[in-house]
Structure formats: structure tokens, C-alpha cells
């Protein structure tokens, strides 16, 4: 069965960088975009980008452009997260979600989730 | 950037009633590119629908969606326990894809 199993909490200083890990297994690796959206406290989710499996091009929601990067390492079926120049509104649940093989951009399944907190 | 806004903000109804969400776009949706989710507490969205009435695998027929344009809706016809959460529409026509803020669906 899918499964997207994500790695641990994550306790940040403001201006630290925080890398989110999800590996992907039970399915065809290639076929399927990988999207991240977080979720603070209380919010509905917010759209942070996209990665392409093949290839490896993403793209990204204006408000993080400059401050996430999102790869992807197909030896082991694992795409990365990463936000640099962490801010205390930063503070919310990371989650990866995979896209439809060949559909628009909703969600079918979703990782556990990361939360990424502020230290402060 | 499409900001969608969900009205009621929290319905309370009981099992065996009928639900009806709303989530109102600020411009039209592309195409029929409007998807609802699912979230119980602690718990991660599950997709409910997509292409505005299209139920994703596995879920129930007491849950339809309907709609166009900028106007959608999400019914679920006779409310059961495991249906009181929260409810999130999501329009994926146009980046960045947005979500609403969410209807809580309680006893």
C-alpha cells in the first residue's frame, strides 16, 4: 500500500534552516508528482510547492521562492524539504502529499506530517 | 491568488441530518479543478472529492459535491459520527493552489 512516512519533530531557533524528509514507497516512484504543504495551529493548509520525480525541476508557491527548496534522491525513494531563515510564523505541520498519476494538482495521499516548531 | 472562503464556519447538526458546506472562490475556477479533504483531529486531510464531484476511492456515496464557477458545495446526505470534523476545500486550477479555511462539523 502507499505509504509516505516522513522524519521527527523539529525544534528551530529564528534564522536556523530545517530539512523535512519523506520517504515514498508502494507505488511507482516516477509516476507520481510530490507536493508540501504545511499547517499551522488552527489554519487550513498552504501550498508550498511541487517536485517532479523525473528530473527533479520544482516549483514554487511566490511567498517561499528564495527561502524552500525542494529535491528528491530516487536511489531511495525519498524527497526533502528544506526552509532556510526559519521566522516564529513558520511554526506548523510539514506535510508531504503526493499527487494523481496524470491529474491536477489535488492530494491522494498524504504524509503523517512534521511538525516544525520555534525553540524560543 | 484565488482565496476560497468557506461558509458556515462551524455547523453543528446530528447523525442522520443533512450537511451542506459552501466554499466561495474570489475569481472562477479554472476548469473543474476544485477538491474537498477531510481532517478528524490529530489526523492528516484525506481526499474526500475532486473535479468538483468525483468521489475519491473508497468514499461513501452519502458524500457528493457539486457546483461551478466561483460556487461549490459539499453535501453529505445523512451525517454519521465518524463525518464530525473539519472540511477543507482546495482549488487547483491556477497556482499557488489554495485551500480554504475550513467548515468544523460538530454534534
Known amino acids: 500500500q502507499v505509504q509516505l512516512v516522513q522524519s521527527g519533530v523539529e525544534v528551530k531557533k529564528p534564522g536556523a534552516s530545517v530539512n523535512v524528509s519523506c520517504k515514498a514507497s508502494g507505488y511507482t516512484f516516477t509516476n507520481h508528482y510530490m507536493h508540501w504543504v504545511r499547517q499551522a495551529p488552527g489554519q487550513g493548509p498552504e501550498w508550498m510547492g511541487v517536485i517532479q520525480p523525473i528530473g527533479g525541476a520544482a516549483y514554487y508557491a511566490e511567498r517561499f521562492q528564495g527561502r524552500v527548496t525542494l529535491t528528491r534522491d530516487t536511489s531511495t525513494s525519498t524527497f526533502y524539504m528544506h526552509l532556510s531563515s526559519l521566522r516564529s510564523d513558520d511554526t506548523a505541520v510539514y506535510f508531504c502529499?503526493?499527487?494523481?498519476?496524470?491529474?491536477?494538482?489535488?492530494?491522494?495521499?498524504w504524509g503523517q506530517g512534521t511538525l516544525v516548531t520555534d525553540s524560543s | 491568488e484565488i482565496l476560497l472562503t468557506q461558509s458556515p464556519g462551524t455547523l453543528s447538526l446530528s447523525p442522520g441530518e443533512r450537511a451542506t458546506l459552501s466554499c466561495r472562490a474570489s475569481?472562477?475556477?479554472?476548469?473543474?479543478?476544485l477538491a474537498w479533504y477531510q481532517q478528524r483531529p490529530g489526523q492528516t486531510p484525506r481526499l474526500l472529492i475532486f473535479?468538483?464531484?468525483n468521489r475519491a476511492t473508497g468514499i461513501p456515496d452519502r458524500f457528493s459535491g457539486s457546483g461551478s464557477g466561483a460556487d461549490f458545495t459539499l453535501t453529505i446526505s445523512r451525517l454519521e459520527p465518524e463525518d464530525f470534523a473539519v472540511y477543507y476545500c482546495q482549488q487547483y486550477g491556477d497556482s499557488p493552489y489554495t485551500f480554504g479555511q475550513g467548515t468544523k462539523l460538530e454534534i
Open positions: 475569481q472562477r475556477v479554472r476548469s473543474t479543478f
Open positions: 473535479g468538483v464531484s
Open positions: 502529499a503526493r499527487n494523481p498519476y496524470g491529474s491536477g494538482s489535488y492530494f491522494d495521499y
